[in-house]
Nanobody, 116 residues
Framework: QVQLVESGGGLVQAGGSLRLSCAAS????????TGWFRQAPGTERELVAQ???????AYADSVKGRFTISRDNAKNTVYLEMNNLKPEDTAVYYC??????????WGQGTQVTVSS
């Protein structure tokens, strides 16, 4: 089992920055992919960024050049650095981990609100 806890959300003005954190615990050595998703009211959950154990990363076109996913292996934490935030980035952001098996784990989500 893997447990994920997100933090770092909040209210920010357009053009501002936030850094989200996703702390993992449990069988973290089985994780080979970690991603950030977001879901705005009335929309489907969408992939924002993901990182593989190989350090390869991928981003949604809407956030390329503004968001950066990274991790600190010593802390079992994955980050999402979000710069130049836009009102359309407003959503609940979720962390997802995929472990060998495969097994998929989700965090509880953290709200990001960008005011214009």
């Amino acid at each position: 089992q893997v447990q994920l806890v997100e933090s770092g959300g909040g209210l920010v003005q357009a053009g501002g920055s936030l850094r989200l954190s996703c702390a993992a615990s449990g069988r973290t050595f089985d994780i080979y992919n970690t991603g950030w998703f977001r879901q705005a009211p009335g929309t489907e959950r969408e992939l924002v960024a993901q990182m593989w154990s190989s350090d390869n990363t991928a981003y949604a076109d809407s956030v390329k050049g503004r968001f950066t996913i990274s991790r600190d292996n010593a802390k079992n934490t994955v980050y999402l650095e979000m710069n130049n935030l836009k009102p359309e980035d407003t959503a609940v952001y979720y962390c997802r981990a995929v472990a060998y098996g495969p097994s998929v784990y989700w965090g509880q989500g953290t709200q990001v609100t960008v005011s214009s």
